[in-house]
């Protein structure tokens, strides 16, 4: 445990001084400034806050930057270290590769969630302090959206990087990666599907095994419970979860694909060839 939280550590105060943390950091700080400015908490349309309106946006917006963020910085952690020789120093170390691969699992997690998190904080703080009413049961419930979010991709990061032998192909493995769970939202390739006459049960089934999907359409529950943005598709959608199932499929599944994930890049690891 003290080589694993030394670990976390290590990998933490690291990022904390690269530059993509920097620029990390401003991405999501200026998404917050910027729907400030638009003043989205400045209304209430329909018997919803605009406090609410802001976070349903900025949680879609979330969805687009934090897994690409997330996959590239993570993909560099094991196959950089073993392009860098890392791992040759490691070894003569008294950690143990358990102790390792999961320390960098968790200071990764620790860095990328936070910025997301402390964002979306200081618009409840801004709520606050112009006596805007606070949907507190969203924040939490968003909260752990964001969590299960980055516990999927960054464990899918990790799965990458270790089957990568490079730090390019690492970051191209994980490009595609996002650029196909995007292509399977609703709107591009599901329709295709539609098209082709494949039943609506079984294409919406398609549809939400995509962790980007489920979080998606979880972002729009809290703020439309009858999802009548999606249309006729939300009719199945309730007819099988209802709304607590919903939600509950939404923070339990990315949490449990992303540890799948993870425990395979970490079988991987320890069978691969470290130098």
Not at 45 to 68: C, D, E, K, W
Request: proline share 4%.
């Amino acid at each position: 445990m003290k080589h694993l939280l030394l670990t976390a550590w290590a990998d933490i105060t690291e990022s904390l001084r690269a530059r993509w943390f920097l620029v990390y950091t401003l991405v999501f700080g200026g998404v917050i400034v910027a729907l400030f400015i638009t003043g989205l908490t400045e209304s209430r349309i329909m018997g919803f806050t605009g406090l609410s309106r802001l976070l349903v946006t900025y949680l879609q917006i979330t969805m687009a930057i934090l897994p690409l963020f997330v996959l590239i910085t993570t993909v560099r952690s094991v196959a950089g270290d073993r392009e860098a020789g890392v791992f040759e120093y490691m070894l003569s170390l008294p950690v143990s590769l358990s102790a390792w691969y999961w320390g960098k699992f968790l200071g990764r997690f620790a860095v990328v969630f936070l910025p997301v998190f402390l964002a979306m904080l200081a618009a409840v703080f801004w709520a606050l302090f112009r006596q805007i009413e606070v949907p507190w049961s969203q924040v939490i419930f968003y909260t752990g959206f964001l969590i299960s979010l980055a516990w999927c991709f960054l464990g899918i990061g990790m799965f990458l990087s270790t089957l990568a032998r490079s730090a390019d192909v690492a970051q191209g493995a994980a490009f595609i990666v996002w650029l196909g769970l995007l292509l399977f939202l609703d709107l591009i390739l599901l329709g295709v599907l539609i098209k082709e006459g494949m039943p609506a049960e079984t294409t919406i089934a398609i549809a939400l095994i995509n962790p980007l999907q489920v979080f998606r359409t979880a972002a729009m529950m809290l703020f439309d419970p009858q999802l009548v943005l999606l249309g006729p598709s939300a009719y199945v959608i309730l007819d099988h979860f209802g709304t607590t199932g919903y939600i509950t499929w939404a923070l339990v599944y990315p949490v449990v694909l992303g540890t799948v994930f993870a425990l395979l890049g970490y079988f991987k690891f320890r069978r691969s060839d470290l130098p």
